[in-house]
C-alpha cells in the first residue's frame, strides 16, 4: 500500500491541492465558483476535495456512508475558519432524505463513481436532490487504464505498482492476490471495485440516457493527480489515441462536466 493511503491527514491536503489547482479552472470553463452556491460531494470521504470550496464561503455538504471517514473529516475542520459552511453527512446516498439537504447546485465526484454500485440507479436517483440546469463534476478513471483496479491499496509493493493485472480473468486475479498475501479485506474490496468498474463508453451512455448533457469532456494521459504523487506534468490524451475501447486503456483519468437538462 502507498503511503499516501495510510496518512490520511496527507491525503486529504492532497485532495484540496488538486481540486484548487485543477478541478475548480476546469469547472469554471463552464460555471463561476462563487459564495452563493450549494454544492455538494458525494463520497467525499474526509472531504478534502471540497476544501476550496469551504474557503471561498460557499455551503457545502460531504455525504460518505463511512462513518469513520466523515468523523476524521469532522476532526480535520474543527478549527476551520468556515467550518460552519460545511455539514457532514454519513449516509448511503440511496437513503439520504430530500430534507437534509438543500437542493445543489453543484455535485462534485471524483473517484468515487467508479466505486458505486449500478450506476445507471445512481444518476436517475441524483436527479432528486438537483436543481434545472445544476452541474455536475466527475473526475474518474476507466477501469482498463493501468491502475483502473485500484491494485495501489494492496499491500504488497509489487502489486501496488503492478499495471493491468487487474484485467486478469477473475480466478487468476484473485489467486494472484492471494499469493503475495493480500488480506480478506482487501481482496473483497478489489473485488466489489471489479464488480463496480465503468468504462468511457458506458459512462457517456449512461448519463445521457439520464437526461443529462455533457457540457465539457477532458481525457488524461497524465492525471493531473500524478503531480502531487509523483512529481510527473499532466498530459491530455493525445487524438492518436482517442479511440473508442482503445482510449480505455490510456486514460489515467477522465474529467467531466455534466448539466441536468431535466
Avoid at 462563487?34 to 476535495?49: F, H, K, P, R
Avoid at 466523515?70 to 437513503?95: E, V
Avoid at 437534509?100 to 473517484?111: G, Q, S
Avoid at 493485472?165 to 492471494?178: D, E, Q
Amino acid at each position: 500500500m502507498q503511503e499516501r493511503h495510510t496518512d490520511r491527514k496527507k491525503y486529504f491536503q492532497e485532495q484540496g491541492v488538486v481540486t484548487q489547482k485543477y478541478v475548480i479552472p476546469f469547472i469554471e470553463e463552464i460555471i463561476p465558483i462563487t459564495s452563493d452556491l450549494v454544492i455538494a460531494e458525494i463520497g467525499c470521504g474526509e472531504a478534502g476535495n471540497v476544501q476550496p470550496f469551504v474557503e471561498m464561503g460557499c455551503k457545502v455538504y460531504g455525504i460518505d456512508i463511512a462513518e469513520n471517514k466523515i468523523a476524521n473529516g469532522k476532526l480535520f475542520y474543527q478549527n476551520h475558519p468556515n467550518k460552519d459552511n460545511l455539514k457532514l453527512i454519513a449516509s448511503d446516498i440511496y437513503k439520504l432524505e430530500t430534507s437534509e439537504v438543500e437542493k445543489f447546485d453543484l455535485v462534485y465526484m471524483r473517484d468515487t463513481i467508479e466505486h458505486i454500485p449500478n450506476q445507471e440507479l445512481f444518476f436517475a436517483h441524483i436527479k432528486q436532490y438537483l436543481k434545472p440546469g445544476s452541474k455536475l463534476f466527475f473526475g474518474f478513471p476507466s477501469w482498463r487504464m493501468p491502475f483502473g483496479g485500484h491494485q495501489q491499496i494492496c499491500r504488497s509493493k509489487f502489486l501496488s505498482f503492478l499495471p493491468y493485472f487487474h484485467l486478469l480473468p477473475y480466478p487468476l486475479y484473485r489467486g494472484i492476490l492471494k499469493l503475495f498475501g493480500e488480506s480478506k479485506e482487501t481482496i473483497i474490496c478489489l473485488e466489489e471495485i471489479r464488480d463496480t468498474k465503468i468504462s468511457i463508453g458506458r459512462f457517456k451512455k449512461i448519463v445521457t440516457a439520464n437526461g443529462f448533457e455533457i457540457r465539457k469532456e477532458t481525457l488524461y494521459l497524465i492525471n493531473p493527480n500524478y503531480e502531487i504523487k509523483f512529481k510527473l506534468k499532466l498530459r491530455k490524451l493525445p487524438r492518436l489515441l482517442n479511440i473508442p475501447f482503445i482510449r480505455d486503456f490510456f486514460t489515467t483519468t477522465c474529467y467531466y462536466v455534466l448539466e441536468n437538462k431535466a
